[in-house]
Nanobody, 116 residues
């Protein structure tokens, strides 16, 4: 099974920016989707953003206009640029590798804390 390794994250003040990165342990060729999900305390993971092989994206309502997802197919990597961060964005963020509607792999998780 392909492993996903995340980097980035940390603590930032409200209005600040962070960039998350996630790369697969092996290059994948074909059709697949990569994404980012956030897990808030006491809640299930919820979608932040996803990007397909064709470059089509969709975002959770709370991050539209503030976060941008991108991918590098040559590296089987996905990135999340997080701007105008709010305290309510505080969560553990996980990247995903998806085939169809099934999540094949999850990253190890990265804490993002937005606080003054």
């Amino acid at each position: 099974q392909v492993q996903l390794v995340q980097s980035g994250g940390g603590s930032v003040q409200p209005g600040g920016s962070l960039r998350l990165s996630c790369a697969a342990s092996a290059r994948i060729v074909g059709i697949y989707t990569m994404g980012w999900y956030a897990q808030f305390p006491g809640k299930q993971r919820e979608l932040v953003a996803r990007i397909t092989s064709a470059g089509n994206t969709n975002y959770g309502d709370s991050v539209k206009g503030r976060f941008t997802i991108s991918r590098d197919n040559a590296k089987t990597a996905v990135y999340l640029q997080m701007n105008s961060l709010k305290p309510e964005d505080t969560a553990v963020y996980y990247c995903s590798l998806e085939f169809g509607t099934r999540v094949n792999s999850w990253g190890q998780g990265t804490q993002v804390t937005v606080s003054s």
